[in-house]
């Protein structure tokens, strides 16, 4: 190899090496850009998923009005999975009882995403409470059709069945709630609830005249929530209903006795207690009840009944 050529190979290999070195710190100043965008990204996804966390946070402690707030800056902002964003902005809505503003967020939330079980049931809450009972009652098939072994969407439904008279499939309702709820750890709310759904299916079977069925039921509900009215009440009429007078009379004394009492539900005790006496040899004092019915009491029906006295039907 001549001098000319040696010197033209090292003059190429220099000319290479240097572009070589550019490049290769091209590609390394694209890399670090690459990699502090990426870090840029992360940053703001960890951000994100931190305020989606202190939103769900004051939502479970119901701080509705924050929690509210803090989705719908979320909203705004992000782009993940918005339909669960406008779902749990229903259920912060519902705490405040604004229910429109609910049912415009869960129903955002089911359009997004058709098979969001949790929005379809939040939609459903909007609507009973909007008094859209049959709507509500679409709602909740919608949630349980997507996920068939959630207690609270049987709740709802055996609930909202109760309220459309449909009795017979309002107890179907309930026994499956019932059993689902018993399958789940015993909590002070799960006791809540169960004490809830036997009282509402108590109140189904003597609808149905299924009074000794409805006796047992409310005994139930007792067993979780000694002092919960609705079922005290409802066993009291069974008891009377079933012509175990002395009994009705005697768990009547007791429920006037206590101190929580709105007038409504005085007035509702005292009327039993008068029709239980009517059938025992202490008739003649049954008249006192009635007349407490009347004193206590707006309520045109229940008047009507106290002044038929012990010739009520």
Same mark, same amino acid.
């Given at each position: 190899?001549? &001098?000319?050529? %040696?010197?033209?190979?090292?003059? %190429?290999?220099a /000319?290479?090496? &240097?572009?070589l070195t550019v490049i290769m710190c091209f590609l390394a100043l694209l890399s670090l850009g690459s990699i502090a965008f990426n870090l840029i990204d992360r940053? &703001?996804?960890?951000?994100?998923?931190n305020r989606t966390q202190t939103a769900n946070d004051l939502l479970t402690q119901k701080k509705y009005a924050q929690a509210a707030a803090a989705y719908e800056e979320l909203l705004q902002t992000s782009n993940a999975r918005p339909y669960r964003l406008w779902t749990n902005h229903?259920?912060?809505l519902l705490g405040?009882? *604004?229910?429109?503003?609910?049912?415009?967020?869960?129903?955002?939330? @089911?359009?997004?995403?058709?098979?969001?079980?949790?929005?379809? *049931?939040?939609?459903?809450?909007?609507?009973?409470y909007l008094q859209q009972t049959q709507e509500a009652l679409t709602s909740f098939k919608k949630a349980i059709a997507?996920?068939?072994? *959630?207690?609270?969407?049987?709740? *709802?439904?055996?609930?909202?069945?109760?309220?459309?008279?449909?009795? /017979?499939?309002?107890? %179907?309702?309930?026994? /499956?709630?019932i059993a689902l709820f018993q399958s789940q750890p015993q909590t002070a709310q799960t006791e809540v609830n169960l004490a809830h759904l036997y009282g509402q299916q108590g109140h189904s079977l003597l609808e149905l005249q299924q009074n000794q069925s409805a006796l047992v039921a409310f005994e139930q509900s007792l067993s979780y929530q000694p002092e919960y009215l609705v079922a005290q009440q409802g066993q009291g009429i069974a008891l009377y209903r079933l012509g175990r007078f002395r009994q009705a009379i005697k768990l009547f004394e007791g429920i006037l006795r206590r101190d929580?009492? @709105?007038a409504e539900q005085q007035a509702i005790s005292w009327l039993y207690q008068g029709?239980?006496?009517?059938?025992?040899?202490?008739? @003649?004092?049954?008249?006192?009840?009635?007349?407490?019915?009347s004193r206590l009491t707006s309520n045109s029906r229940l008047r009507r009944m106290a002044r038929s006295g012990c010739g009520i039907s």
């Amino acid at each position: 190899m001549s &001098r000319l050529q %040696v010197l033209f190979s090292i003059h %190429v290999s220099a /000319k290479f090496s &240097r572009l070589l070195t550019v490049i290769m710190c091209f590609l390394a100043l694209l890399s670090l850009g690459s990699i502090a965008f990426n870090l840029i990204d992360r940053h &703001r996804q960890i951000e994100q998923i931190n305020r989606t966390q202190t939103a769900n946070d004051l939502l479970t402690q119901k701080k509705y009005a924050q929690a509210a707030a803090a989705y719908e800056e979320l909203l705004q902002t992000s782009n993940a999975r918005p339909y669960r964003l406008w779902t749990n902005h229903g259920y912060a809505l519902l705490g405040l009882n *604004n229910y429109q503003g609910a049912l415009d967020s869960c129903s955002q939330a @089911t359009a997004l995403n058709s098979g969001a079980a949790l929005a379809w *049931n939040c939609q459903g809450e909007a609507l009973y409470y909007l008094q859209q009972t049959q709507e509500a009652l679409t709602s909740f098939k919608k949630a349980i059709a997507i996920q068939s072994e *959630n207690e609270v969407f049987w709740l *709802n439904y055996s609930n909202i069945l109760a309220d459309l008279v449909n009795h /017979k499939a309002a107890v %179907v309702a309930s026994k /499956k709630a019932i059993a689902l709820f018993q399958s789940q750890p015993q909590t002070a709310q799960t006791e809540v609830n169960l004490a809830h759904l036997y009282g509402q299916q108590g109140h189904s079977l003597l609808e149905l005249q299924q009074n000794q069925s409805a006796l047992v039921a409310f005994e139930q509900s007792l067993s979780y929530q000694p002092e919960y009215l609705v079922a005290q009440q409802g066993q009291g009429i069974a008891l009377y209903r079933l012509g175990r007078f002395r009994q009705a009379i005697k768990l009547f004394e007791g429920i006037l006795r206590r101190d929580d009492l @709105t007038a409504e539900q005085q007035a509702i005790s005292w009327l039993y207690q008068g029709i239980s006496l009517c059938e025992t040899p202490q008739a @003649t004092t049954a008249a006192a009840a009635f007349e407490q019915v009347s004193r206590l009491t707006s309520n045109s029906r229940l008047r009507r009944m106290a002044r038929s006295g012990c010739g009520i039907s």
